[in-house]
């Protein structure tokens, strides 16, 4: 067992007793699994500001790392973007999918792709769907393709979007 001081993703600190279950390296970060409470969780290593050991306990048997991991991760990605937003993206957008929005958004490309659905148009532009986060973190991703993409729906989106471009182009305006 290790007792740990972590450092939580909004700056708060908890003390924590847990039971290691294996290591993952994602994206150059290492993530701890480990039990804790009953339960099995995941914490960010360089989160960890002191650690001390707290002796042995027994591996749970049948505990699968990879399936765990798995699991966890498609749970994280549906919990980080709630939303889908139906978007036209230019040659450039598309490009850029994949960097600003990662392996999720890659990932929708491709499923998009597979369904036949991102078929360009005589501008080579396409029309897909894409992950959003809820609110103004959304708003914010999707601002970062700037003339490349236009959100179609939701309208709430579409008109967030807009406001958003709107108030920023009246901050540059002489």
Same mark, same amino acid.
């Given at each position: 067992r290790l007792r740990v001081d972590y450092r939580r993703w909004d700056g *708060?600190?908890? *003390? +924590?007793?847990?039971?290691? @279950?294996g290591l993952v390296l994602k994206a /150059?970060? !290492?993530y701890l699994v480990a039990?804790? &409470?009953?339960? &099995?969780?995941? $914490? =960010?290593? *360089? =989160?960890?500001?002191?650690?001390?050991?707290?002796?042995?306990?027994? +591996?749970?048997?049948?505990?699968?790392?990879a399936? $765990? !991991?798995?699991? !966890?991760?498609?749970g994280f990605a549906r919990r980080l973007y709630p939303g889908t937003a139906t978007v036209r993206l230019s040659p450039l957008g598309r490009r850029l999918v994949p960097v600003y929005?990662? *392996?999720? /958004?890659?990932?929708?490309?491709?499923?998009?792709? =597979?369904?036949?659905?991102?078929e360009a148009d005589e501008d080579g532009w396409c029309t897909v769907r894409l992950p959003v986060e809820?609110? =103004?973190? /959304?708003? /914010?991703? @999707?601002?970062?393709?700037?003339? &490349? @993409?236009?959100?179609?729906?939701p309208d709430e989106l579409r008109a967030a979007v807009a406001e958003a471009v709107t108030t920023t182009a009246a901050r540059y305006t002489p």
């Open positions: *708060s600190a908890v *003390s +924590r007793t847990l039971e290691p @279950l /150059g970060a !290492w039990r804790c &409470d009953g339960s &099995d969780r995941t $914490y =960010r290593v *360089s =989160r960890i500001v002191a650690m001390t050991d707290e002796g042995e306990f027994a +591996r749970p048997a049948g505990f699968d790392l399936e $765990y !991991w798995r699991t !966890w991760s498609e929005l990662g *392996s999720v /958004g890659a990932a929708a490309l491709e499923e998009a792709d =597979r369904a036949g659905a991102a809820a609110g =103004r973190p /959304g708003v /914010g991703e @999707l601002l970062r393709f700037g003339p &490349d @993409l236009e959100v179609l729906e």
